[in-house]
């Protein structure tokens, strides 16, 4: 499984936009790009997943550049509710067990 | 989406003492589940894979006699933590795989988690 490397922890402030960039250098041709949201005392949620360029959904879009080893998660307009922890985890699809590593803690303020 | 629930969500115990927690695919049949551990501001780190009507898949480190593991149907596996020490005090969380599977994807679903406790 590839290494990622994330910000420990961001701080903005309601209506902003905040980019979460996940370090991969890593990453192999298989691989695919996945991030989850957790909140306090749940279990985690899947957010988003790509393998190239840009996707995007109703909650966040993934970018990620042509040599694919980072990629960067956008949450436009974030709410108070937002405040999570966000992991970005690389892996083959097919090798259905996840890796968490540390995740970024974003906290918003108002 | 696909819903994922455990039971208890809150287990409180004596040292010693055995606790088994449920984890229940709501709406959806799981062959695979997992259990993950996470220590305050810590990760999830991965236990071990549950497969129905087969042995379960531990990860390095993990006691597979501490932490028994059965998936006795498609929608239900089961942990229980055997003589519970303070040290196995932690949020123990559940998942399994997207029903809704395609190629490109490996989405999880998780459940809300239960919280142990062991006094």
């Known amino acids: 499984l590839a290494k990622t490397t994330q910000p420990i922890s961001m701080d903005s402030y309601e209506g902003q936009e905040v980019n979460i960039t996940c370090s991969h250098n890593?990453?192999?041709?298989?691989?695919?790009i996945t991030w989850y949201q957790q909140f306090p005392s749940q279990g985690p949620r899947f957010i988003i997943q790509?393998?190239?360029t840009k996707v995007t959904n109703e909650v966040a879009s993934l970018f990620i550049p042509a040599d694919r080893k980072s990629s960067t998660l956008s949450l436009p307009r974030v709410s108070l509710s937002d405040t999570a922890v966000y992991y970005c985890?690389?892996?083959?699809?097919?090798?259905?067990?996840?890796?968490f590593g540390a995740g970024t803690t974003v906290t918003v303020r108002a | 989406g696909a819903v994922v629930s455990q039971h208890p969500s809150r287990v409180i115990c004596k040292s010693g003492t055995s606790v088994k927690i449920e984890c229940r695919s709501l709406?959806?049949?799981?062959?695979?589940m997992f259990w993950y551990r996470q220590f305050p501001k810590k990760s999830l780190m991965l236990m071990a894979t549950?497969?129905?009507?087969?042995?379960?898949?531990?990860e390095q480190g993990v006691e597979k006699d501490k932490f028994l593991i059965n998936h006795a149907s498609l929608t239900l596996s089961t942990l229980t933590v055997t003589s519970a020490h303070p040290e196995d005090s932690s949020f123990y969380i559940c998942?399994?795989?997207?029903?809704?599977?395609?190629?490109?994807?490996?989405?999880?679903?998780f459940g809300p988690g239960t919280r142990l406790t062991v006094l």
């Open positions: 998942s399994a795989r997207s029903p809704f599977r395609r190629e490109s994807y490996n989405e999880q679903f």
């Open positions: 890593n990453i192999a041709t298989n691989d695919y």
């Open positions: 790509g393998y190239k």
């Open positions: 985890l690389v892996g083959v699809p097919s090798d259905y067990k996840l890796s």
């Open positions: 709406d959806f049949q799981a062959t695979t």
């Open positions: 549950s497969n129905e009507g087969s042995k379960a898949t531990y």
